[in-house]
Nanobody
Framework: QVQVLESGGGSVQAGGSLTLSCAAS????????MTWYRQVPGMEREFVSG???????SYADSVKGRFTISRGSAKNTMSLQMNSLKPEDTAMYYC?????????WGHGTQVTVSS
């Protein structure tokens, strides 16, 4: 089974920064597309940012210009640099690793931004 591990969540004040990291294990023959989603209780999980196997990044409009996603030097690792955080960024952040049609999810890391 593929393991997806997130780290780097925490609590910050508005305007602060956090860096989330994600690593997917196994199947080194596959370079995963890796994506961040976030979810607030009672709401649907929403797309935040993703980077494909070629390193092409995409962002939700709500985070453009504030968040930067990048692949790590180790295969199937990536990070999300989050700057100028807002209270509305508060959520559980989940990493998804995709290989072909197979999706693997982490358990999430909490980000809390206070005003």
């Amino acid at each position: 089974q593929v393991q997806v591990l997130e780290s780097g969540g925490g609590s910050v004040q508005a305007g602060g920064s956090l860096t989330l990291s994600c690593a997917a294990s196994r199947y080194n023959w596959c370079t995963y597309d890796m994506t961040w989603y976030r979810q607030v209780p009672g709401m649907e999980r929403e797309f935040v940012s993703g980077v494909d196997s070629k390193g092409i990044a995409s962002y939700a409009d709500s985070v453009k210009g504030r968040f930067t996603i990048s692949r790590g030097s180790a295969k199937n690792t990536m990070s999300l640099q989050m700057n100028s955080l807002k209270p509305e960024d508060t959520a559980m952040y989940y990493c998804k690793a995709q290989c072909g049609t197979s999706n693997y999810w982490g358990h999430g890391t909490q980000v809390t931004v206070s005003s």
